[in-house]
């Protein structure tokens, strides 16, 4: 190992004092080409194709299969049933579907409301550590540990925090505003599941808008806001005119990133209500888990499946163009 | 934001400012740990302490959510308990004077293997494959190299149930339903994308001289990778490594669905842990403390190696 590492060293110094830096950039293709037999072109292929090849198995192949099967009758648990194409019907049947446009209206909710509590919350925090007062770091560590942890191993402890009389959550929220804390069930009522849910992904997940939004700050070089102290500008001023719009890309990264995930929660959602009580906290993701491994419809599971998948990365992709023209202004 | 007189620099912030910040920042950071640390108390107490109310701050503490998490128990007369020799231990000695004896072991112990065995086999998986072809796409002109990136990168913008449909018909074909190997594919598939982008990142850092210069001195290209690149992505193969570890160790909806019994990893256990007369919360506390210490760990050994890694793939995005 260290035999190694001061070998590089001499060859680097060497290559750099003999060659010259341009000279060592233009030479690298005919230089492999000739030590081996072997081209670059091939020798490129070998280092990439075998996570080609796994990603074509698990993921590209079963994706052809998934949008196969959307044009089917199939059934999974009636494996030897003919299979029969059905057109389009799964996908006009899943469109016309008002539970599944209840489903996606959940997620809607879910989603708008998580992104906003986390981005406020997140940037604050950024904003405060990035004041660097003593122990900062510390700090920063502990706060980051819930968006570690497992969301479905957590998520189903706080359904203990959650319980009427016995929760530490009901207790301390009594605690504070008086109200008894058997008096209300955040898993078991319909208009506070929705935050039951809402509060522990926040909980969980405002560390790592947090993490994202101080990467912000603390790329904003240090002059501008030493030429804005020579301008005399009030704090606000230059909170409203550097920081922020600095941040912004950083800010509108962390909330396409959290958008993504929570389009998708699964895990948390499950553990925590099921979807219930009745389905106020079905979003997609546990939808489609009963579409297609409860009511084994493989078939119209599958076409939602792609319905789902067509919709994130469109909106994704749109979103990303938005991000491109603020990154450049 | 902060208060007008210490309004002189945001350069360095002053005195007040920073007092200010810091209480709010400690004060956020003690209310987030408080269900974390009410996960490990809970753990310690006894059952009825455990749902007593109000909640108990003040408790004796009794190692019963542990035995009762890694054993299944039977309710016996007390004549036949009596009629046992001296307990064999301090499970045991809790067991009974609960009117019960220790029947076997419970499932915990070879769920939390399955965790392990997935966890790290599909991380080092994942980042062994993801380093070649960070390398590939890096050092070499790849036909398409933008699109296969992105398209590799997009895998993970599917919802997991939605890869589950067919991943789960293509197992029940193959015979890797309810397999370690299966989880192991299939975790590797998911995080290599991650891996390949973040260490693509890492890679491109290293300037190309280095290797150039050691195949002038008669390297071959793998010499060269292996000698000269390996030793220097250290850094971001250890960053990318941990966040693959914590995909796998805390993954959930595949492994409901793909995992019953023998290859069923922690997550869709810990929920199922019932005593007498439903959850055992102190067995279900202890199951998760012993879940998540190992996380925790991590996170405060290598947080900077983490920081590095969640703020990079941000930034390269």
């Given at each position: 190992m260290l035999r190694s590492k001061t070998q590089v060293k001499s060859v680097t110094d060497t290559s750099s004092s003999i060659l010259g830096e341009g000279v060592a950039r233009a030479t690298p293709a005919p230089i492999a080409t000739r030590i081996r037999g072997i081209s670059d072109r091939a020798m490129a292929w070998l280092f990439i194709a075998p996570t080609i090849v796994l990603l074509l198995a698990v993921n590209i192949f079963p994706l052809i299969w998934a949008v196969y099967l959307s044009f089917t009758n199939f059934r999974a648990n009636r494996p030897n049933a003919p299979i029969e194409g059905v057109g389009l019907s799964n996908y006009s049947r899943v469109l016309n579907d008002p539970n599944i446009w209840q489903a996606m209206q959940t997620t809607a909710h879910f989603v708008f409301w998580t992104i906003l509590l986390q981005t406020l919350i997140g940037f604050s925090l950024a904003y405060l550590i990035d004041r660097k007062f003593r122990g900062h770091a510390l700090w920063t560590t502990i706060i980051l540990v819930p968006m570690m942890l497992s969301p479905a191993v957590v998520g189903n402890f706080w359904r203990f925090l959650y319980q009427p009389q016995i929760g530490l959550f009901n207790y301390i929220v009594s605690f504070v505003t008086g109200i008894p804390p058997s008096s209300f069930e955040m898993l078991g009522s319909v208009p506070l599941s929705p935050w039951a849910i809402i509060i522990v992904d926040t909980w969980m997940w405002t560390p790592y808008v947090m993490l994202i939004c101080l990467a912000g700050l603390r790329s904003i070089p240090d002059y501008i806001y030493e030429a804005a102290e020579v301008d005399r500008a009030s704090l606000w001023r230059q909170f409203w005119s550097i920081t922020l719009p600095m941040a912004l890309p950083f800010i509108m990264l962390a909330v396409l990133f959290r958008g993504i995930e929570n389009f998708k929660m699964f895990d948390m959602v499950t553990l925590l209500t099921g979807g219930g009580p009745g389905s106020t906290t079905e979003v997609a993701s546990i939808t489609l888990k009963r579409e297609a491994f409860e009511s084994w419809r493989t078939g119209r599971a599958s076409a939602f499946a792609i319905i789902l998948f067509v919709a994130v990365f469109g909106l994704a992709n749109i979103y990303v163009k938005a991000l491109n023209k603020v990154k450049q202004r | 934001m902060s208060s007008v007189n210490s309004a002189h620099s945001v350069v360095a912030p002053g005195a007040t400012s920073k007092r200010i910040a810091a209480t709010i920042v400690i004060a956020y950071a003690l209310i987030t740990m408080v269900p974390l640390v009410w996960i490990v108390m809970t753990s310690f107490k006894s059952p009825p302490d455990s749902i007593s109310y109000p909640p108990k701050v003040v408790f004796q503490p009794t190692l019963e959510g542990y035995c009762n998490l890694f054993t299944t128990r039977t309710r016996q007369t007390s004549d036949y308990i009596a009629s046992?020799?001296?307990?064999?231990s301090t499970c045991d000695e809790i067991t009974r004077s609960r009117n019960m004896v220790i029947a076997g072991p419970s499932n915990y112990w070879p769920r939390f293997q399955n965790s392990l065995v997935i966890a790290f086999g599909s991380t080092f998986l994942a980042v062994s494959l993801g380093t070649f072809a960070a390398y590939g796409f890096s050092r070499f002109k790849v036909p398409l190299a933008e699109d296969l990136l992105f398209f590799i990168l997009s895998?993970?913008?599917?919802p997991p149930i939605a890869v589950a449909i067919p991943i789960y018909l293509m197992y029940r074909e193959l015979g890797l339903s309810d397999t370690a190997l299966g989880m192991i594919l299939l975790y590797t598939a998911v995080n290599v994308s991650l891996a390949v982008w973040l260490l693509k990142g890492f890679i491109d850092e290293i300037p190309r001289e280095y290797e150039e210069a050691a195949m002038i001195d008669g390297y071959t290209r793998m010499q060269a990778f292996f000698k000269v690149v390996l030793p220097q992505a250290t850094t971001g193969i250890a960053a990318t490594a941990i966040f693959c570890l914590i995909f796998a160790w805390n993954e959930y909806a595949f492994a409901v669905l793909l995992t019953?019994?023998?290859?069923?990893?922690?997550p869709p256990f810990i929920p199922t842990i019932i005593g007498e007369g439903g959850q055992d919360w102190p067995a279900v506390a202890a199951g998760t403390t012993i879940f998540v210490v190992p996380i925790l760990v991590f996170t405060v050994l290598l947080r900077k190696q983490l920081l590095r890694g969640i703020t990079f793939g941000a930034v390269r995005k």
């Open positions: - | 046992l020799g001296a307990p064999t895998t993970r913008m599917m019953s019994g023998a290859a069923q990893t922690a």
